[in-house]
């Protein structure tokens, strides 16, 4: 597996060793000894995720603000804009997002620690997204940043509105949403 830094340092990009031939292709998506000799995190995943969008659709920019999640994902059919936002205040990044292209055919995963926001934008016909959680769910805990908050100004690459949940589309601001210290 090879790790790729972003302009956050603790947002990864990780590209597993894909082993392919005629018959099609063998990776290990996820080995917990070798993410962490990688990366020198040692996460705990305690939860698998999956869905599955049609194109246009936006989710997020989610996060927990009671436990806290991180969250290595990757999309397993299709194309995705993947968006992770600092949403830490004492950070030197705070307020600052990583956007990156995950897709099926390069195997691409991005980690995404706890203190920061999440959310993606399908860009092919339909996209089925997979990823690991640091923690449970907790729908107590569970906040939303608007998309689109000129604050923090995320490059989508989209020429229309994007389809959104009605949770999505109540979303905060990052300066009214709750926020990590």
Not at 128 to 145: H, M, Q, S, V, W
Request: hydrophobic share 40%; charged share 25%; glycine share 8%.
């Amino acid at each position: 597996m090879k790790v790729i830094t972003t302009d956050i340092p603790d947002v990864l990009i990780l590209e597993p060793n894909v082993f392919g031939d005629a018959r099609g292709f063998f990776y290990e998506s996820y080995n917990q000894q070798v993410f962490t000799d990688k990366t020198g995190i040692a996460a705990n995943f305690v939860q698998d995720n999956h869905s599955r969008s049609a194109k246009g659709v936006l989710r997020g920019l989610h996060y927990q603000i009671t436990k806290p999640q991180g969250k290595l994902v990757r999309v397993v059919v299709g194309e995705v804009f993947d968006v992770a936002v600092d949403i830490r205040r004492s950070s030197p990044t705070f307020g600052k997002s990583v956007g990156i292209n995950l897709n099926a055919d390069d195997k691409r995963m991005l980690w995404i620690p706890e203190g920061f926001a999440h959310g993606f934008l399908v860009l092919s016909e339909y996209a089925e997204f997979l990823y690991k959680t640091t923690n449970y769910y907790a729908p107590d805990g569970d906040r939303c940043i608007i998309w689109n908050d000129p604050q923090l100004a995320i490059a989508w690459p989209i020429d229309t509105y994007p389809l959104l949940s009605a949770k999505d589309r109540m979303g905060k601001t990052l300066q009214e949403a709750d926020l990590f210290d």
